[in-house]
């Protein structure tokens, strides 16, 4: 937590030492200033806003999708949008995981079964006025959530559980294998795939800062505009270098949108299933305007695919999502059984979208076990049996948890 505040305050004195005195990263009227006006930046105009009830294009943006864009102009202007748009996400942290206001030592949320159009849970603070929501702490902040006296915390999780789904809706079998090749890594065998690099110089850094933002951007559909802003800006310098790309205006260049616009092309490779499975996705919705899942839950859509791509990818998403969290809430569904028969040596903690982290009283690890085998549930999927392995990890906090044995389903 002291490391995130002086990050925070190392942001905002980076900002200070390129900007006059008194210069306030948190005033869009400052930011508007200093990057359109005397950094002379050209405004991307991204996105739009409702003004008197009809839509306007927004003019000098100050959110992050323009600065990103900006940051693309000129390695000087990227040092100053990507130190303004630090500075807000660590400011954010700050009020929302740091700030917030406790109950007797505990920290209180809340959970909504309704609060998404894809069956996820929505989190938010207490009703209570305290707390703050569970779902997205951030890994820094979560040391900050310890085991009661007497009990250790697990947190078990389905193990790439929306990719799974996606390749077993889409019947994409090429996908299938390289998720359930024994003794290979998803996502280092996409460097492969992908890039030809060979699978045992994939490196950490590449597979996580890269290869893991390409199959995050192509479940939802993202547009490389998008994909910048989501990947971000360094992420994909990095990946540019690994892969020697020059990105640049020059000669032999190419911008970071045809960057951008590459990586994602990369998935469908040999992934070829994938882009059929959308045509089917959107003509199933064009003939019923709704989705089925193979578990029987159904979401009606309104409006014209065919006009909105907005719906468009909103449907896609919507399946992998969809099927991931209810099968994860089956196995939630039997760890409250658990609970009720066992409720002296096990409390549930909380539903996050791929996993559900509980405690158990030190000296019962049999109920670890069973809490953990809880989320075993085969599924079937078009003919074929989807089984999503749980990995697992145990520890007194929540931010320092030991990795567990895979766990032996049958």
């Known amino acids: 937590m002291l490391e995130e505040l002086q990050i925070m305050a190392d942001d905002k004195g980076n900002i200070h030492a390129k900007k006059p005195s008194g210069f306030n990263p948190g005033s869009y009227r400052q930011v508007q200033t200093y990057v359109y006006d005397i950094l002379g930046a050209k405004d991307p105009k991204i996105g739009f806003k409702k003004v008197d009830g009809k839509k306007q294009r927004i003019v000098r943006g100050t959110d992050e999708k323009n600065l990103s864009a900006v940051g693309e102009q000129h390695p000087i202007l990227f040092a100053f949008t990507s130190r303004i748009i630090s500075y807000r996400e660590n400011s954010k942290a700050i009020s929302t995981y740091f700030d917030f206001v406790q109950k007797n030592g505990r920290m209180l949320y809340t959970i909504n079964p309704f609060g998404t159009e894809t069956n996820r849970m929505a989190s938010s603070k207490s009703n209570f006025w305290c707390g703050t929501q569970i779902q997205n702490i951030p890994y820094y902040a979560k040391e900050m959530l310890i085991a009661d006296e007497g009990f250790i915390l697990c947190e078990p999780d389905n193990s790439q559980s ?68 989501n990947a971000g800006i360094e992420n994909l310098l990095f ?172």
Not at 204 to 225: Q, S, W
Not at 379 to 398: A, M, N, Q, S
């Open 162 to 229: 929306e990719a799974r789904c996606t390749a077993y809706l889409a019947q994409d079998l090429n996908l299938i294998t390289a998720l359930e090749t024994p003794g290979r890594d998803f996502y280092k065998s996409l460097g492969t795939l992908f890039f030809g690099m060979e699978y045992e110089k994939v490196t950490a850094e590449f597979r996580n800062l890269v290869l893991k933002k390409i199959v995050h951007g192509t479940n939802y559909m993202m547009g490389p505009d998008t994909f910048i802003v």
């Open 239 to 410: 990946a540019a270098n690994v892969l020697d790309v020059s990105i640049g205006p020059d000669a032999g260049q190419i911008s970071m949108k045809a960057f951008a616009t590459l990586l994602l092309e990369k998935y469908h490779e040999p992934f070829k299933r994938i882009r059929q499975w959308y045509a089917e996705v959107k003509n199933e919705i064009r003939t019923t305007s709704m989705l089925r899942s193979p578990l029987g839950h159904v979401r009606y859509f309104f409006g014209d695919i065919d006009k909105k791509h907005q719906i468009f990818a909103s449907a896609v998403a919507h399946g992998p999502q969809n099927l991931s969290v209810s099968i994860l809430n089956s196995g939630w569904w039997k760890q409250w059984q658990l609970q009720k028969r066992e409720p002296e040596d096990f409390r549930m903690k909380a539903q996050i979208h791929d996993s559900a982290p509980f405690q158990y009283r030190k000296g019962r690890e049999d109920i670890r076990v069973e809490a953990i085998e809880c989320f075993n549930n085969p599924t079937e999927i078009h003919g074929r049996i989807l089984k999503i392995p749980v990995d697992y990890k145990y520890g007194t906090d929540w931010g320092h948890m030991l990795k567990g044995a895979p766990a032996a389903h049958t």
